[in-house]
Nanobody, 121 residues
Framework: QVQVVETGGGSVQAGGSLRLSCVAS????????MGWFRQARGKEREGVAA???????TYADSVKGRFTISEGNAKNTVYLQMNRLKPTDTAIYYC???????????????WGQGTQVTVAS
């Protein structure tokens, strides 16, 4: 059983920063591809950032230059550094993991419960 847990959400003023963390645990042998998604109220879930097994990132156009996805030293750990946050970044942020590289497509098998990010204007 694979568990995905996100931490690090919160409230911040526009222009501020937050860092989200995610760990996918339960498998000692699989290196998962991992991604970050978000869902704002009344909108569909969208891919934000993903990272492949070479450490190469993919970003949604809306966050390029502001968000950075990175791998942690521990296996199946990723971070999302979010800078210059905007009110439009307000959403529940989800971490996802899979043995297949779905990049920003929402086909990942394992999902966390999400963490709220609120950006005030």
């Amino acid at each position: 059983q694979v568990q995905v847990v996100e931490t690090g959400g919160g409230s911040v003023q526009a222009g501020g920063s937050l860092r989200l963390s995610c760990v996918a645990s339960g498998s000692t042998s699989t290196n998962y591809y991992m991604g970050w998604f978000r869902q704002a109220r009344g909108k569909e879930r969208e891919g934000v950032a993903a990272i492949d097994d070479t450490g190469s990132p993919t970003y949604a156009d809306s966050v390029k230059g502001r968000f950075t996805i990175s791998e942690g030293n521990a296996k199946n750990t990723v971070y999302l550094q979010m800078n210059r946050l905007k009110p439009t970044d307000t959403a529940i942020y989800y971490c996802a993991a899979d043995s297949w590289a779905y990049e920003l497509n929402p086909y990942y098998k394992y999902w966390g419960q999400g963490t709220q990010v609120t950006v005030a204007s």
